[in-house]
Structures are given as structure tokens and as C-alpha cells.
């Protein structure tokens, strides 16, 4: 059976939660993924972020978890996003997937990312060093 883990929170993000998470014996691969804040954003000074969810944002995040996971290669898929006010360094996205092999989990992992930000109902308003901001993936 495939462990999933899919969340959304208001507190800090633990990788090597995650990484426990999906262990497994028959694994010989767990790559895993941080989504940090950077201080710069198209040239420009960020002093923070703050990331909004919609109430469906965990129902979504737990669907592209399963839609991961029911990849037979996968053993098992950890994904969490974190919402609030975030600051230079904190982690807005982790992901950990474990598989037999390290190619199969590269490429699921980085499946899990790419899908998690394609269709996660979370918008990002970021702050700039001039005082100026911006919200993002905001429909």
C-alpha cells in the first residue's frame, strides 16, 4: 500500500518529517524537495511573503498527492504547503517520494512539485524592499 501524506499549514515545514514519512524497505531512493524564500524576485528586493489558501487548497494537494502516488514505481508521497507570513529562509513547499530506483523518484518528485504549483489554489502576495508588492498566481 502507498502512504500518503498531504497538508496544509500554518506552521513551519519539517523535510525530514517528510523523508520519515515515506521510508520504506523495498526503497532504495527518497529524494525529497525544499521550496524556500529567496530575498529577489525579477531583479527586484523581497522582504516577504504571505501565501493564502482556499479552503479546497488541502482537498486539491491531497488529490495530486494520490494521482502521484498511484504511479506503481512509487512507494509512498509526502507533500506539504504552508500558508501565512513567511520570511527570507523559511520553507513555503516540501515534497519527499520514495522508490526502488533514483531515476523513478527524480522524476516523481519532481512531478509532485510541478504539479502541487500548477494547481494548488494558493496565491502569493510578495513584498518588495521598496515597499511595493504584488500578489501572484492570484486568478
Keep these: 500500500m502507498t502512504v500518503i501524506l498531504a497538508e496544509v499549514l500554518d506552521t513551519p515545514l519539517d523535510l525530514a518529517a517528510h523523508e520519515a514519512a515515506v521510508a520504506d524497505p523495498r526503497a532504495g531512493a527518497v529524494v525529497s524537495f525544499q521550496g524556500v524564500v529567496r530575498d529577489h524576485d525579477g531583479g527586484r528586493g523581497v522582504t516577504l511573503l504571505e501565501y493564502e489558501g482556499h479552503p479546497s487548497a488541502a482537498k486539491v ?17 509526502a507533500v506539504s504547503h504552508r500558508v501565512g507570513t513567511l520570511q527570507i529562509g523559511d520553507v513555503a513547499l516540501v515534497a519527499a517520494v520514495s522508490t526502488a530506483h533514483r531515476a523513478a523518484a527524480f522524476e516523481a518528485c519532481g512531478r509532485l512539485v510541478d ?22 498566481n492570484c486568478p
Design 61 to 77: 494537494l491531497q488529490e495530486v498527492a494520490e494521482e502521484i502516488a498511484a504511479d506503481p514505481a512509487v512507494y509512498a508521497v
Design 115 to 136: 504539479e502541487a504549483k500548477a494547481r494548488l489554489p494558493i496565491w502569493k502576495r510578495q513584498v518588495f524592499t521598496d515597499g511595493q508588492e504584488e500578489w501572484v
